[in-house]
Nanobody, 124 residues
């Protein structure tokens, strides 16, 4: 059974930092693209960042570009999201996702596997 488990969420003040992790089990994602998405209260889930199979290419939503960094450690079958300069509008449940394909993509329907999410709350 494939599982993606997010961790690292929590409560932080505006301007602070958090590092999210996404640990995969049940299959390796070393040859597959992965991504982060988020859903704020009352809003639809939206794209945050994506990374290709090797970590060689990344792509970010404009709202997080320059503040968030996506990375992966294929030896650990784990993906990360370093979030700096956090803002109250970053408050959301953050989901990691994995896909069968190798190319990074911001499209939710391209992803085959999803985690349960981790809550990030940024206070002003």
């Amino acid at each position: 059974q494939v599982q993606l488990v997010e961790s690292g969420g929590g409560l932080v003040q505006a301007g602070g930092s958090l590092r999210l992790s996404c640990a995969a089990s049940g299959r390796t994602f070393n040859n597959n693209a992965m991504g982060w998405f988020r859903q704020a209260p009352g809003k639809e889930r939206e794209f945050v960042a994506t990374i290709n199979w090797s970590g060689g290419t990344t792509y970010y939503a404009d709202s997080v570009k320059g503040r968030f960094t996506i990375s992966r450690d294929n030896a650990k079958n784990t993906m990360y999201l370093q979030m700096n300069s956090l803002r109250p509008e970053d408050t959301a449940v953050y989901y990691c996702a994995g896909r069968v394909g190798v190319v990074d993509t911001p499209l939710q329907h391209d992803y085959n596997y999803w985690g349960q999410g981790t809550q990030v709350t940024v206070s002003s």
